[in-house]
């Protein structure tokens, strides 16, 4: 019988990964909550029409990427393939205008998206995302970065780059999109058939085309910068200077665009130069439009998302092992032992102490071979001697010392002894 495969693209985290994402996901919460952010979990499984109308329909998310299927009635339905569109939408079903305290969002989870796999870019992928919604000032949109740099840089990344760029508003971007237009249409043989496409319904799109050819046709491409509107301009030069002000590095972009069309103005990703062609780890940016075009409030906002797995791979990058080893190892020789150390090793365990036991027993060599496999810092040696003495030695794996313990207050005595404040 033919082995189930798990679909392609949408990985099983193993228990020898898991580390990495408990670590990420325990300093994500950490950070964001420090600046105010509260965790809010949304379905799986939204209506079509919320990241139509959203993400834009000539996206290559909503044209070619989705995973929307009907159901029983007919109704469109579409695995989320981001997480904003979605955080908004229950900000609005639920009015949380309505409680001053809701302003800064975060939340968790996997997204889909029909992509080509390939390392670092998955078909299921996971996204840690921040959204805040009700303040315009541009101090905010340095915040907002600025609260990215610092998890970043508390979880010890290298080698990635903040890059910034000003996508205007509805206001100045038609002068520049009519420019664009025009340019691309002295280039059109240059371009890809996509990009040939788009450059008559969303120009913008061309930017964030990874095909060299028309990489190469941007050259000498308009630069949105140089039609923003007094209102725009200002707000960029303000947070530029919040950002200097914070002593947050970054470099202008002027050629960055992001791969939804409800962005405006501020928008920034986190690059490196790492992990190949998948060089974003996180980026965002303001949407001050999107709350009411899907029926809210008019309420500006902005935030950003963080590839997960990208973001594990430079963690990867250069550490040899993941996961935390077992702080200590029961190793128990005879009936009486087993059945005296099999208490102890759970009382261990619900005392905080990460504890491994053979069951079924084994000779001595066998289970220390075991706890050396394991990477324990410690084993404790039990058997009818020692229990007959009401004493057992602790080993410790590193430095091969042993020391004994009063067996009545075992528990005590291994939890000084293991967490290292009895040496």
């Known amino acids: 019988m033919e082995r189930i495969q798990a679909i392609k693209g949408m990985n099983d985290i193993l228990p020898a990964e898991v580390h990495w994402w408990q670590t990420v996901e325990t300093t994500a919460r950490e950070v964001l909550e420090t600046f105010g952010y509260k965790e809010i979990r949304t379905p799986l499984v939204e209506k079509l029409e919320l990241f139509a109308r959203s993400i834009g329909e000539s996206t290559d998310i909503v044209e070619k ?14 695995l989320r393939p981001e997480a904003t569109a979605s955080v908004v939408r229950a900000y609005i079903q639920h009015n949380l205008r309505a409680d001053p305290l809701l302003q800064k969002f975060y939340c968790i989870g996997p997204m889909f998206r029909h992509e080509r796999p390939q390392k670092g870019r998955y078909r299921q992928f996971h996204q840690i995302d921040a959204e805040v919604f009700g303040i315009q000032d541009p101090m905010l949109d340095a915040e907002v970065m600025y609260m990215l740099c610092c998890f970043l840089e508390k979880l010890g990344v290298q080698g990635v780059g903040l890059h910034i760029n000003s996508l205007g508003c509805r206001e100045c971007r038609p002068a520049f999109r009519q420019a664009l237009t025009a340019f691309l249409g002295d280039r059109a043989e240059e ?151 099999f208490g102890l090793v759970q009382r261990l365990r619900n005392s905080g102490i990460r504890t491994e036991f053979t069951y079924g027993g084994g000779s001595l060599k066998s289970q220390m071979r075991r706890a050396d496999k394991l990477g324990v810092s410690h084993v404790l040696i039990l058997g009818d001697e020692e229990l007959d003495r009401g004493k057992a030695p602790v080993r410790n794996m590193a430095t091969k010392e042993q020391v004994e313990i009063p067996l009545d207050d075992a528990l005590a005595a291994l939890t000084r002894y293991v967490r290292g404040h009895d040496h």
């Open 65 to 78: 990427e989705m995973y929307s299927f009907p159901d029983r009635k007919g109704h469109w339905l579409t």
């Open 191 to 341: 371009l890809c058939p996509d990009c040939d496409r788009r450059r008559h319904v969303n120009p913008l799109r061309v930017f964030d085309c990874k095909v060299e050819r028309c990489r190469k046709a941007l050259d000498g491409a308009p630069e949105l910068v140089d039609y923003l509107c007094p209102d725009c301009r200002d707000h960029f030069q303000k947070v530029q200077a919040c950002l200097r002000d914070l002593g947050t590095p970054f470099q202008l972009d002027p050629h960055m665009v992001r791969g939804l069309d409800y962005y405006m103005r501020t928008t920034f990703e986190v690059v490196t130069d790492r992990l190949g062609a998948q060089n974003a780890v996180g980026g965002g940016g303001r949407y001050d439009g999107l709350m009411k075009d899907l029926g809210g409030p008019d309420l500006p906002g902005i935030g950003f998302a963080i590839g997960m797995e990208r973001l594990i791979l430079l963690l990867q990058q250069g550490q040899s092992r993941a996961g935390r080893a077992p702080e200590l190892f029961v190793a128990v020789i005879g009936d009486r032992a087993a059945r005296e150390g």
